[in-house]
């Protein structure tokens, strides 16, 4: 008998540490777990703990991106813009102007999760921080930017894969147009065109990015920019004689027809026409919705409709 309730009591107290030891292990690999871990463009590392469920975004250029690595349910909030929203975010409410986002707005469409555009919004951070909401901020300008943001956005979702692989595809398509087209550098000058008057468009516009992934040489490159845009420097005609470009490209501002119209205009003097670009009927003009605002995922377009206008027959 006393050796029946010896083993019983042993049995019993294997069965406690068994249970006590289960205890102990499931709220430690809860606590450690992480549904995600990014670093925003502020160098931040951002943990996420879960999938959000309610993203607004500050900025319609994260839409498509979004959308692309299936984010396109999880979004609850956006800002006003009259570019670049897909169809799916239309009914979305509204957060308010990409330069005016109305915090009280975003606090009530609830989102667990703020995606904030670099450079616009960072004084929303610690307002959300604040109220327990974490927040990514990401810059969407450059290709290099794009695709960053690309990978980032397919974590957050829980879709790496798809992130990848739309990088590649992206990849794939701006190489099949450089790789239809004739080798060598063309010299080319971007003038942006506003109701204001004329600037240079420098490397780190979009269009210079886009102009420098085809291999072609910004006459204006290591000019001073001016002192509230880095990306853009003082026009000058004595300077663009110059420079003698053969090929100018055109983005504007404002409607395409009055802005062709006046640059036509303006190209009839003496000094525009003394430049090559001017003389062989070589001066382009880019569309505003692949070259005002950062293309997005349709770097790849912006690429080939760059390319075209030199190079009708490119892929």
């Known amino acids: 008998m006393k050796r029946q309730l010896s083993v019983l009591l042993a049995a019993m107290l294997a069965m406690v540490m068994l249970l006590a030891g289960c205890g102990q292990e499931k709220p430690q690999a809860t606590d450690s777990a992480n549904f995600a871990v ?3 463009d502020l160098g931040r590392t951002v943990e996420l703990k879960a999938k959000p469920a309610r993203i607004v975004v500050t900025s319609a250029s994260f839409l498509e991106p979004l959308e692309a690595v299936g984010g396109a349910d999880l979004v609850v909030g956006r800002p006003d813009s009259k570019t ?3 169809d799916y975010a239309k009914d979305i409410a509204s957060v308010g102007k990409v330069y005016q986002i109305d915090t009280e707005k975003v606090l009530a469409c609830q989102p667990d999760l703020v995606i904030i555009n670099k450079g616009m919004n960072e004084k929303l951070v610690d307002a959300m921080e604040k109220s327990g909401i974490k927040t990514l ?3 969407m300008k450059s290709y290099e930017d794009v695709k ?7 974590e957050v979702t ?6 990848q692989q739309l990088v590649k595809d992206m990849d794939d398509k701006i190489a099949a147009v450089k790789n239809s087209m004739p080798q060598g550098t063309r010299q080319i000058s971007i003038i942006h065109s506003t109701s204001q008057g004329l600037t240079v468009q420098l490397d780190g516009s979009i269009a210079g990015s886009v102009a420098k992934m085809l291999g072609w040489e910004n006459v204006a490159s290591g000019s001073k920019p001016l002192e509230k845009n880095p990306d853009a420097a003082p026009y000058s005609m004595e300077t663009l004689v110059a420079q003698n470009p053969e090929i100018i490209f055109v983005t504007s501002m404002g409607k395409l027809e ?5 640059m036509e205009e303006t190209m009839q003097g003496p000094a525009w026409q003394s430049i090559p670009a001017v003389k062989n009927k070589q001066v382009y003009y880019l569309p505003q919705e692949l070259f005002l605002l950062s293309p997005g995922i349709h770097y790849p377009e912006a690429v080939a409709t760059m390319a075209k206008c030199v190079y009708p027959d490119v892929k």
Do not use: N
């Open 38 to 40: 990014v670093t925003d």
């Open 158 to 163: 829980g879709s790496p894969e798809k992130g």
């Open 148 to 154: 960053r943001e690309v990978v980032t956005l397919a």
């Open 84 to 86: 670049k929203m897909p």
């Open 258 to 262: 009055a802005i062709k119209a006046s």
């Open 137 to 139: 901020v990401l810059d």
